[in-house]
């Protein structure tokens, strides 16, 4: 079994941040572990409010997970605060942390700021030089690049910038009106496009935290990055195409499309009840 540690923020509504980290990574077939950045109270409609862990209490997590079971790939995600990236930039140097996933997450489907101002400058700093492979949607890429990305020709220029600059692997996310479902893989000065499907579902909080999630698994499983990154792509389209429709606006994927279970099978009793025995074969 091989294991993968998402670092990043949470979402009490399950499509987003930890929650969607662990569920695609499970479905993805590693075992997933987490280290919580921050505790956001936030829901399909919007951010509500963002209580952050201390950078000592996130080092004790990170620790804790390094020290006793070792990710073989780490993903990043929502990192509010300077404090917060220089912790986790020293963890993973000193435990020489591999396939590193770096989803700069800035900005909210519904538009809500998740970075300080003053920590995007931490994060190109310390952060992506160590990271595999980032994963910026259009406006971030804009603020990684300092270029205006219009178009196809802009994306290209905007990768190959952020990937000269930070030594990584990119993979510029399409989307925003400028690209349909089609992503750019840039990586040691050539850039190849990964095609995608475009999937007619207004329901897509939390896209950008589960492809990270589904290419950090897939690294870990020993797939090169761009068979990684399609493999993660074919994975969100199917939970994308299953046309989950929860919640009052931008809704959730189904991360659980492809789940073939006996337990998640079985009859749903609806309340109220009352339990008169032991179930069958359950009696000790």
Not at 178 to 185: G, I, M, R, S, T
Request: aromatic share 4%.
């Amino acid at each position: 079994m091989r294991t993968a540690l998402s670092i990043a923020g949470t979402d009490p509504t399950g499509g987003a941040g930890i929650q969607a980290d662990l569920k695609t990574m499970t479905l993805n077939g590693v075992f997933a572990m987490s280290a919580v950045t921050a505790l956001v109270a936030q829901n399909t409609t919007g951010v509500i409010g963002i209580m952050e862990v201390t950078p000592e209490f996130l080092q004790k997590q990170i620790d804790a997970v390094f020290e006793d079971i070792r990710p073989d790939a780490v993903k990043i995600g929502m990192v509010s605060s300077a404090g917060l990236i220089e912790t986790i930039a020293d963890r993973l140097k000193a435990y020489q942390a591999e396939h590193i996933v770096v989803d700069p997450v800035m900005v909210t489907t519904s538009g809500s700021r998740l970075i300080e101002e003053e920590a995007v400058e931490t994060l190109e700093k310390m952060l992506l030089p160590l990271a595999s492979v980032v994963t910026p949607n259009i406006p971030e890429a804009e603020i990684l690049s300092g270029l205006p990305i219009r178009n196809e020709t802009d994306m290209e220029a905007a990768a190959e910038k952020i990937s000269r600059t930070y030594g990584c692997t990119v993979l510029c996310k399409g989307g925003h009106s400028v690209n349909d479902a089609n992503d750019l893989l840039f990586a040691e000065g050539k850039g190849t496009w990964i095609m995608g499907e475009r999937i007619d579902n207004p329901n897509t909080h939390g896209t950008g935290c589960t492809l990270s999630s589904a290419i950090a698994a897939n690294l870990a499983k020993g797939q090169g990055m761009e068979e990684a990154v399609q493999n993660a792509k074919r994975y969100i389209s199917g939970a994308l195409a299953d046309m989950l429709d929860l919640g009052a606006g931008c809704g959730p994927m189904n991360h659980a499309f492809d789940l073939h279970s006996k337990f998640a099978k079985l009859h749903v009793t609806p309340w109220p009840y009352t339990v008169t025995g032991a179930p069958k074969g359950c009696e000790q």
